[in-house]
Nanobody
Framework: QVQLVESGGGLVQAGGSLRLSCTAS????????MGWFRQAPGKEREFVAG?????TSTYSVKGRFTISRDNAKNTLYLQMNSLSPEDTAVYYC?????????????????WGQGTQVTVSS
């Protein structure tokens, strides 16, 4: 199975940017379609962005967020711009063995441990 480790979270002021990374180990990231989800306190975990294994298909719920991957580095990224306090959440990297990226938690085969993003006003 693949192990996923997120990094890059932290505290940022509103309007700022962060880039999250998710590095895979034990298995090659290119074997998986990938996604980012987030979960705010008291809320359900929600889909943020997805990308297929070849990066020919991507989707982001937020136009301010861009998902990308570097299979040579076994790493997934989420560039987040113009952050607002409503973006405060734990962000999770997710892998699916399907050809399509996961958009719902039931479609995820592996999760990372999450990284906290806090946006101050």
């Amino acid at each position: 199975q693949v192990q996923l480790v997120e990094s890059g979270g932290g505290l940022v002021q509103a309007g700022g940017s962060l880039r999250l990374s998710c590095t895979a180990s034990r298995r090659t990231l290119s074997n998986y379609a990938m996604g980012w989800f987030r979960q705010a306190p008291g809320k359900e975990r929600e889909f943020v962005a997805g990308i297929n294994w070849s990066a020919t298909s991507t989707y982001s719920v937020k136009g301010r967020f861009t998902i990308s991957r570097d299979n040579a580095k076994n790493t997934l990224y989420l560039q987040m711009n113009s952050l607002s306090p409503e973006d405060t959440a734990v962000y999770y990297c997710a892998a699916s063995a399907s050809s399509d990226y996961p958009t719902h938690r039931d479609e995820v085969d592996y999760w990372g441990q999450g990284t906290q993003v806090t946006v101050s006003s």
